[in-house]
């Protein structure tokens, strides 16, 4: 198995689902009205709650599991069949008050048509776990390409139409049942009837830590939107909303295509924490490659980038940005370590974890909110250190690993960054007194700050850059 072959056809899964969502925006938004997508909102908020429910875990517990019996993949298939039947159940009879409670004419039939998407889901997550704990990668990347080519054609196609807001929900739906299909017959394994209490108790330790760390981390990703909105409402909602989205750009893409990717492999060697350790101090030295100079770039660039990307009257979304960029690098390195718990089966740790972080994340937002938007930010950088030193020292612990090797993985990219920034700094505050609009400071200083951090790679080649360097370069060398 290869790791950078891996990174390479999730990257390209990745890459492909932005692509969509950006052509979508940009074509669908001529086709359809502001409230077509205001239902399809309400929509999708229900169904993503719906998603976390969707396997309780079971597909990282088969990708994880040392050694696998057929009895205990066919109790997880139809377990997870049996849930996603409940969950169309459930949307289908909760769509009946649906336009009721939110107050949305028109709400109910997308609400249902959305709950059909649900078997499909639930009925081959197991075809998919089995394809991803092979690292056929590959296959895996062919199937939601297509899938994902063809809902958003079928999104153009029936909006052209005239389907209005049903277009959108017609893609989901597409894409739910084109993977399902072809994820079936990709698979080896034909899921006749055998279900086992016993298995299905082995799994759900596994597997019930992970659902309720899932479920404790969605609570505490929204508990800072349900504040602000409860104490500062929406007109301080729509800034903050707007600037933890940038800050979240490299943790829902860079490290989710690296943590996928990599689960597979570092669940092999779930018995040797050293190497596993090794392995995982690696993908950090990737991930802070880039997201060190992303986030750092960001900050010093961030009222350039404001004006140019959302106009003047958003000032407040760069004063965010100062204190969101840093918490975007250190989440990067905190979220990559979920995976080493869930390769070494301490879902029961992730989980406490979990519960004492989203403590500390309340507590740090109701009291940072007391100084208004700024504050609750400010409070959000404090006790994501805490977090990060807390969670790193108990990852350290488990693999076995020393401090020092941690910091020889991570501040080479840290130390070119903050060069990178600070010449970027001196260069626009030049740029500025010349009279420089901001689109050229930021296109110039992008480009300018970009070719530094290459150039001071080039200077001092570590480890994990030529870890980088294998990505984007044809290699035959297995990882």
Not at 64 to 86: K, M, S, Y
């Amino acid at each position: 198995m290869s790791a950078v072959r891996n990174v390479r056809w999730v990257g390209m899964i990745q890459v492909t689902r932005i692509s969509v969502q950006l052509l979508g925006l940009l074509v669908l938004s001529r086709l359809l009205t502001p409230a077509d997508f205001g239902l399809v909102a309400i929509v999708f908020a229900i169904t993503n709650f719906a998603m976390l429910l969707r396997d309780m875990g079971m597909a990282s517990a088969i990708i994880q599991r040392d050694t696998l019996d057929e009895p205990t993949v066919l109790t997880a298939h139809w377990t997870n069949c049996f849930i996603g039947l409940g969950l169309t159940a459930f949307l289908l009879i909760f769509s009946f008050f649906a336009d009721h409670i939110f107050k949305a004419p028109g709400l109910m039939p997308l609400v249902q048509l959305s709950a059909l998407s649900f078997p499909f889901l639930s009925g081959s997550t197991v075809h998919q776990a089995l394809l991803e704990r092979g690292s056929k990668f590959s296959t895996v990347a062919r199937i939601e390409i297509v899938a994902l080519l063809t809902g958003f054609t079928v999104a153009v196609v029936s909006a052209y139409l005239g389907a209005g807001p049903y277009s959108l929900v017609l893609q989901t739906l597409t894409v739910a049942v084109l993977s399902a299909i072809q994820f079936w017959i990709a698979s080896d394994t034909r899921m006749k009837w055998t279900w086992s209490h016993e298995h299905a108790k082995g799994l759900w330790g596994y597997s019930g830590n992970l659902f309720a760390f899932n479920l404790v981390n969605y609570f505490s990703r929204n508990a800072d939107t349900m504040i602000i909105g409860r104490m500062l409402g929406p007109a301080s909602l729509g800034p903050y909303s707007l600037a933890y989205r940038v800050m979240l750009f490299p943790l829902q893409n860079l490290t989710f295509v690296a943590t996928r990717a990599l689960f597979p492999m570092m669940s092999r060697h779930q018995h040797s924490p050293q190497e596993l350790g090794a392995m995982h101090l690696r993908l950090l030295s990737v991930i802070s490659f880039f997201t060190a100079p992303m986030m750092a770039g960001l900050f010093v660039l961030r009222e350039p980038f404001v004006d140019v990307a959302l106009g003047d009257s958003w000032g407040m979304v760069a004063a965010l940005i100062m204190w969101l960029a840093p918490i975007g690098f250190i989440q990067s390195l905190v979220s990559a370590g979920g995976v080493v718990f869930q390769a070494l089966g301490r879902t029961d740790l992730l989980l406490r974890l979990g519960i004492v972080s989203s403590i500390m994340h309340v507590t740090a937002f109701i009291t940072g909110v007391q100084w208004g938007l700024l504050g609750l930010a400010a409070a959000y950088f404090i006790v994501t250190l805490i977090n990060a030193v807390i969670s790193l020292g108990v990852l350290l612990h488990l693999m076995q690993q020393t401090v020092a090797r941690l910091l020889s993985a991570i501040v080479p990219a840290i130390a070119k960054a903050l060069i990178m920034a600070t010449l970027l700094y001196f260069a626009d505050i030049e740029l500025r007194a010349m009279g420089y609009p901001a689109l050229v400071r930021l296109l110039g200083l992008s480009a300018g700050g970009g070719i530094i951090f290459l150039a001071l790679t080039r200077i001092h080649l570590m480890p994990a850059d030529r870890d980088v360097l294998r990505l984007f370069m044809k290699s035959k060398t297995a990882g």
